[in-house]
């Protein structure tokens, strides 16, 4: 009896027995990793992915480029937002431990990452040569782009006309899915990473499609390269990499006046590449700083200072008038950012003249077009007066201020130009960006740059 | 023949009963104690039945039974006495002292214990101790009553994250909360962790529970007792036992309060003319200006901060801490009617909150109900229910991260009127101005809890039981946040938000009990069962845009939708576990217990893990050489050894290596969201216990010390990866921490008399821990402004080390703390912040923590108070770089920042203010504060009507009170409050503050009805 009372017990308390198989439990929400590398699908999506990952805020949703043109200009803006960290960028004292200094970079390696990822695993995809080649040569112009603005931004200048084995950034070309392995990594040369962008930008180049719909086609590539040649002072490459994507690309300038090459849902023919942003996917981090509330900012953190107006010689210029005032604050601010949701123009075709010009001055040819045409063709989309010339280095800098301000060129201009911002050398160390306190605290092979503590 | 005399007898006996005892009649006499003073408030009962009286305030009490009805007299703290009703009409009774609170009954898991026989550490507060703090958040009511117990509420917020830790921490990235059972359902906090919901701050897991319906919480501290809830055991082991019947006619209490709240501190920031006179300073100071167009700058933002006001005038001087804040009020009711007779046992109880927190529109109102019901359907089978719900509204405020929300406010210039003429507020402030939102925004969370079990427990022989629970807790939550088209930075005419959480948890348990008494010398006691419990969550929610009208506020009436979420999570438990407590002659104690645990959250070769305790105990006093010792009236020795676990190690899929679904352009993308880590498993602390319990001059004094070593090996952390490696962090278990700690309560009774006794509870506790080994040949982990160093406290502080003020030209400076080739620290200073080497800095967990608490009780008057302590933690000002920073950009600055250097030769801490040059902004220990302090934590007066008086209305009790919380706080801490902690990040980064919010200062009237 007492037996049987006891087993009984006993079985009910060992009923759950049954559901140890109730332990293995997967996730419906995220897939698991070791199956994200068994579909052509997944690859293209991978690739999808690393879009996104650089179009988010902290680089090329416009963090990057904000970051950027406060160090690179001194009067012709005034950063007024509350981000301590922005302002040390506008005032020349960027400290180690930047928070935005950390998100771009950091932001940088996990496209980078994610991009060799695809590299990696090309020979999943076998539908056609063409899918291959095209995912290819997107996920290799994905990480060009990164590691130009990563180099230009973190490393010394690259001086043209000599060997540049100043310190560079770490060159990372394999992904990485095995985190418990050590990933310490020294930083490359400055050399070898420019030699690694004009690869990856040649590759894709000739990877990749004519057109190919909002993803980087050929011409976006050639643009990298035009843009990559032109930091070197690489006139001759720059120029005729500028004239192929201005000849052949199929995009030129908004006729309808600058104002149609801005605030666009989708890229307008004026678009070589653009980071995409709808009301529900991308980030457009431009807005938010450069425009008023009722545009979706914070009410103009960066308002535009006469100095920025005075560079303008023709006061019908439209470019001179493309600010408008905040009526909550009176802040005078920028009319490219006000739709947050609008494309983030990463190359325009307006970039692209101003190379052709710059480098056919420079190497005194005119291929395409003569210079001056050239500019006063640009002029000429915003109503400006045509210059009369003769046309200098110094009006070229200025004409570039004029119809790229804002979006990210100033600093690597005023490098490549020699110019100081300011009262600051254009070489000076407060210019280069410090590499990331978080960086330098796990990757014992890392360097800091000069000026930053080390 | 045999059985006929049996049955004759028998009926014989009855009839003589008849006649003898059947005469119902008045029995009256006094119940005294021990020294024959009178005692009131004896429970006197007739047994077996409902009826039953309790004495009066002279201890006289009178009751109708028959001849042959037996008279409980029972009362709390006293020894139960029985008596027969015979022929006599009187019955004086007098009680014997129990062996005081150390016959205490100890929740212990899956059982309960009494406290003498204890071999473990558990503190117990009672519900007499949690209604005497009346607070929306439970918690509250364990600050400063358990040794080794820190309860910290996050911040003034009135649904915030509450964050307990028992003896220190013992991990590092994991969680640090501990477990929360519920009447044996272990809980969890279904938002936790979660982005795609809330606003980015933690709400506390248990807002859904009403003080009200608990009886007691019991909380598990050392290894020996938390090693029965084996995995989730290592950051101790909190017990809520909710309310039961108790034997005896039944009992209806009522109670109903009113408090008043205000901050318990705000800072003082600078007024209009302090504003102007620094800020010009400022401006004729700053670098990159002449003094004129410094001074230019300056005045030219003071005239966008004044708008059309004239701030030469003095016409405006807000001040915006004053309009963050406001007056708080709490209204309590609750009532609970209860009572059991031999067979079944009833407790309903209802309660009602509403808390207007002292924010600005942080607002909570909560309703519950309860019924635990029991009956004794045969003398084997046992079956009840307790069953409860709640709904839970909140009005909720942006985290401290958000410039909506109310105390960024103080940022703003006191030259910006907060409104306009036509009383809209004022857009054109320095900031988003949070008026903006709180007038045109709303988010508002409703939880709806039910939390239910069922058990049985069947007899099986009069030794052995067989219990069997199944638990079932459901938390639904759904939130609604509107953005109205004049909101903050509200620039897609109106958005909506609506989401919806469900959460369900079920645990099935099965234990069997064994439990004898061998020759009266040896009592066993076994326990042996298994556990099953599943978390399923689901989680949506949708935004919308592009409203047509600010009179729609849903989902629906926005034209687009612009986000979605759809989520399901699932995790399980599944357990084996036992336990045995042996003592012998009631004087030699053993323990030993087993847990075995599984979960799906850890990957398939380390899916369980086994903990195992073991403890012992000598009761010394009952040994002869000590029973007959008139001083020592009590003496107890133990040791405890047990390991534990803790798996809550960030989300449900830690170990996984995991790609999500990304969204780009519309177009389906996938990104890496997780390293993996397939040998993840649960963080293992192993800790030993060394305790003397003691009481003297019959336990008049008594207490506890105890000495412990809490080692954690397999330490859980979130450790960063090389940035540019393109991942954050990954979860591994590596590395050990040695945490150890003594605790010292000490209860008294310092005055016992006829009509006044003075008791004091006091206790004190010391924490430390040091990392013992860390990955990468013990490389330091640094993670934001905190430091994991071999050698140093777990989340030190590593900091720039702020040197003060260069008195011949106003530089802030730096400590350089480089090594010299020598191998010593380079104590010269730099103005560069960037040349300056960070170091240890602080810790942001207290070492030393007190409470003591004393309780008068006077005639009629209840008199009790409570002073908390916390020595040894630092916490850091994360907007220190924006408010106390010489005036370099136009947030207002806090007032201590006027002692800036003027002038070659001013020795100050403030450095010369320079309007955007940086002079003392960079992170460093200049904004790190000592928290230590003291504080009145509450204090309590009653005063309860004489019997006399009450009697005549019906009621057994009629108590009004008077109860203030947070009163009186010493200290020097140089923010807001210790308690003012931001909510955003909190595990990452503790003990940080960022505009967050003081606590409440609350003083609360009430009244206790009782019939």
Redesign the interface.
């Known amino acids: 009896m007492k037996i049987h009372k006891i087993i009984s017990v006993f079985s009910i308390l060992f009923m759950v027995i049954g559901c140890e198989n109730e332990l293995e439990i997967n996730p419906t929400d995220n897939l698991p990793g070791e199956l994200a590398f068994t579909s052509e699908a997944n690859i293209a999506a991978i690739l999808v992915g690393t879009y996104d990952e650089a179009g988010q805020a902290a680089t090329y949703g416009g963090d990057l480029q904000i970051f950027t043109d406060l160090l690179g200009t001194s009067d012709q803006v005034f950063w007024t937002g509350s981000f301590a960290t922005f302002r040390q960028a506008f005032v020349k004292n960027v400290l180690i431990d930047n928070g935005f200094v950390d998100d771009i970079w950091t932001n940088s390696y996990e496209t980078i990452n994610q991009a060799n990822l695809v590299i990696d695993n090309l020979e999943i995809v076998t539908s056609s040569q063409e899918e291959r080649d095209r995912i290819e040569g997107e996920a290799k112009f994905l990480r060009a782009l990164n590691y130009l603005d990563l180099v230009r931004n973190f490393s010394a200048p690259y001086i043209a006309g000599q060997v540049n084995d100043q310190l560079g950034v770490p060159l990372r070309l394999v992904g990485i899915v095995d985190y418990s392995l050590n990933q310490d990594i020294p930083r490359s040369s400055v050399e070898a990473v420019y030699d690694q962008i004009i690869s990856d930008a040649t590759d894709a180049y000739n990877l990749l499609p004519d057109t190919n719909s909002f993803y980087a086609d050929k011409y976006a590539a050639q643009a990298l390269l035009a843009r990559t040649y032109f930091q070197q002072g690489n006139y001759v490459a720059a120029r005729d990499a500028a004239n192929d994507v201005l000849v052949n690309s199929g995009h030129s300038l908004v006729t309808s006046g600058f104002a149609g090459a801005f605030n666009n849902d989708t890229d307008s023919s004026e678009d070589i590449f653009a980071f995409q942003v709808t009301s529900q996917t991308g980030s457009h981090d431009l807005t938010n700083h450069y425009a008023s509330e009722l545009d979706g900012g914070r009410g103009g953190d960066i308002i535009i200072e006469d100095a920025y107006l005075d560079l303008f010689d023709d006061p019908n210029d439209e470019r001179a008038n493309f600010t408008y005032i905040n009526p909550v604050n009176d802040r005078r601010l920028t009319l490219k950012y006000t739709n947050q949701f609008a494309n983030i123009s990463i190359f325009r075709i307006a970039e692209m003249h101003l190379i052709r010009l710059e480098s056919n001055f420079r190497e005194n040819t005119s291929v395409g077009l003569a210079p001056l045409i050239e500019i006063n063709a640009l002029r000429g989309r915003s109503g400006a007066l045509p210059l009369v010339g003769p046309l200098t280095l110094d009006l070229i800098f200025n004409e570039r201020q004029l119809e790229l301000a804002f979006e990210g060129f100033i600093l690597n201009d005023s490098k490549r130009m020699q110019k100081n911002v300011g009262s600051i050398p254009w070489n000076d160390n407060s210019l280069v960006l410090p590499i990331p306190q978080s960086e330098m605290d796990t990757n014992k092979l890392m360097v800091q740059n000069p000026g930053y503590g080390n | 023949m045999k059985t006929k005399l049996h049955v004759f007898l028998k009926v014989l006996i009855l009839l003589l009963l008849q006649v003898t005892f059947g005469q119902e009649k008045t029995i009256s006499g006094s119940v005294n104690d021990q020294q024959g003073l009178p005692l009131p408030g004896v429970n006197v009962l007739i047994k077996g039945s409902t009826s039953g009286t309790q004495t009066d305030f002279d201890g006289n009490y009178s009751i109708r039974a028959k001849s042959g009805d037996i008279l409980v007299f029972s009362y709390l703290g006293q020894k139960t006495v029985e008596q027969v009703v015979g022929s006599q009409n009187t019955i004086n009774v007098q009680l014997e002292e129990d062996a005081s609170q150390l016959e205490e009954v100890i929740v212990v898991g899956y059982g309960t214990q009494s406290k003498r026989t204890l071999t473990d550490n558990i503190s117990k507060l009672t519900s007499d101790d949690i209604s005497e703090v009346p607070n929306p958040n439970l918690q509250n009511a364990l600050v400063a009553k358990a040794a080794g117990v820190q309860v910290t509420q996050t911040n003034g917020k009135v649904e915030g994250g509450i964050n307990i830790r028992v003896r220190g921490a013992a991990s590092v990235s994991g969680g640090t909360q501990p477990l929360y059972v519920l009447d044996g359902i272990p809980l969890i906090d279904p938002t936790g962790g979660r982005t795609d919901i809330g606003n980015g701050a933690p709400t506390n897991p248990l807002l859904t529970l009403s003080a009200n319906e608990i009886e007691s919480i019991d909380i598990l501290k050392d290894a020996s007792s938390a090693a029965i809830y084996g995995a989730r055991g290592a950051n101790g082991v909190v017990l809520i036992t909710t309310k039961r019947g108790k034997q005896g006619k039944a009992k209806f209490s009522l109670n109903v309060s009113q408090g008043f709240s205000e901050p318990t501190n705000t800072r003082k920031w600078l007024n209009s003319a302090q504003y102007i006179e620094l800020f010009t300073e400022a401006g004729r100071n700053s670098p990159?200006f002449t003094p004129e167009e410094g001074q230019a700058e300056a005045e030219a933002t003071f005239d966008?901060l004044a708008g059309d006001t004239d701030w030469r005038s003095g016409e405006v001087d807000t001040n915006w801490s004053d309009i963050a804040f406001q007056n708080g009020y709490q209204s309590d009711a609750d009532f609970s009617m209860s009572g059991a007779d031999a067979k079944t046992a009833y407790f309903f109880s209802g309660a009602y909150n509403n808390t207007t927190g002292i924010i600005r529109g942080n607002e909570l109102e909560r309703a519950n109900a309860r019924v635990n019901l029991s009956h004794q359907l045969t003398t084997k089978f046992k079956a009840g229910m307790n069953m409860s719900f709640s709904r839970t509204e909140i009005d909720r405020i942006a985290n401290d991260n958000a410039?909506s929300t109310p105390l960024q406010a103080i940022?703003q210039s006191p030259l910006s009127p907060a409104r306009l003429d036509d009383g809209t507020p004022n857009?054109?402030t320095?900031?988003?101005n949070f008026l903006l939102d709180a007038e045109n925004a709303f988010f508002k969370t409703i939880i709806r809890r039910t939390v239910g079990k069922a058990y049985g427990e069947y007899k099986?022989?009069p030794s052995?039981s067989?219990n069997?629970d199944f638990s079932y807790d459901l938390f639904s939550q759904t939130e609604d946040n509107f953005r109205g088209q004049n909101a903050?930075?509200?620039?897609?005419n109106g958005e909506a938000f609506a989401s919806d959480l469900g959460s369900e948890s079920y645990t099935?348990s099965?234990?069997?009990t064994f439990d004898k008494l061998f020759n009266d010398r040896h009592n066993i006691n076994v326990v042996?069962?298994?556990?099953?419990i599943?978390y399923n969550r689901r989680i949506t929610s949708v935004t919308s845009?592009q409203f047509p009208s600010d009179d729609l506020s849903t989902v629906s009436g926005g034209a687009?939708v612009?986000?979605g979420t759809g989520?399901?999570?699932?995790?399980?438990f599944?357990s084996y576990f036992a336990r045995a407590t042996y003592d012998l002659d009631g004087k030699y104690l053993l323990k030993a217990s087993i847990r075995r645990d599984?979960?799906?959250r850890f990957g398939?070769n380390v899916?369980f893990g086994t903990f195992p305790a073991f403890s012992g105990g000598w009761i010394i006093s009952e040994e002869d050489f000590l029973k007959s010792s008139e001083t020592l009236s009590f003496l107890k020795l133990r040791a405890s050894w047990g390991k534990l676990g803790n798996a809550d190690i960030g989300g449900?899929?830690p170990s996984?290596?995991?790609?999500?679904?990304?969204?780009?352009?519309?177009?389906?993308?996938?990104?890496?969201?997780?390293?993996?880590?397939s040998n993840l498993t649960w963080e293992q602390s192993e800790q030993s216990d060394f305790g003397v319990e003691f009481g003297f001059l019959d336990n008049r004094i008594s207490g506890e010390l105890d000495y412990y070593k809490k080692d954690t090996k397999d330490l859980l952390f979130s450790v960063?990866?090389?940035?540019?490696?393109?991942?954050?962090s990954?979860n591994?278990n590596i590395g050990t921490l040695a945490g150890q700690g003594i605790e010292f309560v000490l209860n008294t009774k310092n005055i016992q008399t006829d009509n006044f006794s003075w008791s004091t509870n006091f206790n004190i506790s010391k924490n430390t821990n040091e990392l013992k080994s860390l990955p990468?040949e013990n490389?330091?982990i640094?993670t934001g402004r905190h430091i994991n160093r071999v050698g140093e406290s777990v989340a030190a502080f590593y900091l720039r080390e702020y040197a003060g003020v260069d008195p011949a030209n106003g530089d802030a400076l730096y400590y350089l703390n480089t090594e010299n080739p020598d191998g010593s620290i380079n104590r010269d200073t730099t103005n560069?912040?960037?040349?300056?080497?960070r170091v240890v800095a602080g810790n942001p967990f207290p070492e030393l923590t007190a409470g003591l608490t004393n309780t008068l009780l006077f005639d009629n008057f209840d008199f009790t108070f409570t002073f908390q302590g916390e020595w040894g933690a630092s916490i850091y000002n994360g907007g220190g770089?924006?408010q106390s920073v010489n005036a370099d950009?136009f947030?207002n600055q806090s007032i201590d920042q006027l002692n800036r250097w003027q002038q070659p030769g001013d020795i100050t801490n403030i450095p010369q203010a320079r309007l955007?040059?940086?002079n003392g902004?960079?992170?460093s220990t200049r904004f790190l504060g000592d928290a230590d302090f003291i504080r009145l934590r509450n204090i309590s007066l009653g005063y309860s009507l004489p019997n006399t008086v009450i009697d005549k209305m019906g009621l057994s009790k009629l108590r009004v009170y008077l109860t203030a919380i947070n009163l009186l706080t010493i200290t020097n801490y140089p923010f807001e409050d210790p308690e003012a902690r931001s909510d955003v990040d909190g595990q990452n980064t503790p003990g940080e503050t960022f505009y967050s919010s003081p606590p409440a200062k609350t003083v609360t009237v009430g009244v206790n009805i009782n019939f």
């Open positions: 990159f966008f410039f940022a857009p054109g320095l900031y988003g099986f022989l052995l067989l069997s903050l930075f509200q620039s897609t099935f099965n234990y069997a042996a069962g298994t556990e099953f599943k845009q687009e612009t986000a989520v399901n999570l699932k995790s399980s599944l599984g979960s799906s398939s899916r449900d899929y996984l290596f995991l790609f999500s679904g990304v969204s780009y352009n519309q177009r389906p993308g996938l990104a890496p969201a997780q390293p993996g880590n960063p990866l090389v940035p540019s490696s393109g991942a954050s990954i591994q990468n490389a330091d640094v560069d912040p960037d040349e300056a080497q770089i924006y950009y947030d955007y040059a940086g902004t960079a992170h």
